[in-house]
């Protein structure tokens, strides 16, 4: 079993910048690929950004290319999310997933672990 606790997200304007942490407990969490999804009130649950087991593979979504950054601590056990240029379209629950295969795969039917999440708003 894996345990995630996102933290970091918060009320931000256009243009501002926002940090999101979680944090991993549990067994194999070196050996799990991570991500980042993101899921606002009526819409299906969305790609952000993953990263590989070892850290050196980033897969993103075509929405956050340039804004965004996924990084891994593996000594923490924790997984980053620096978001930069946020929008008002960027506001959602943002929640980090895990899954036994290394490579950040896209879909959250690939994921086997959840956290529950931290919310972002973005204000115009």
């Known amino acids: 079993q894996v345990q995630l606790v996102e933290s970091g997200g918060g009320m931000v304007q256009a243009g501002g910048s926002l940090r999101l942490s979680c944090a991993a407990s549990?067994?194999?969490?070196?050996?799990?690929?991570m991500a980042w999804f993101r899921q606002a009130p009526g819409k299906e649950r969305e790609f952000v950004a993953g990263i590989s087991r070892s850290g050196t593979s980033t897969n993103y979504a075509d929405s956050m290319k340039g804004r965004c950054t996924i990084s891994r601590d593996s000594a923490k056990n924790t997984v980053y999310l620096q978001m930069n240029s946020l929008k008002p379209e960027d506001t959602a629950a943002y929640l980090c997933?895990?899954?036994?295969?290394?490579?950040?795969?896209?879909?959250?039917?690939?994921?086997?672990?959840w956290g529950r999440g931290t919310q972002v708003s973005v204000s115009s």
């Open positions: 549990g067994r194999t969490f070196s050996t799990n690929a």
């Open positions: 997933a895990a899954r036994s295969n290394w490579w950040p795969a896209g879909s959250p039917n690939d994921y086997d672990y």
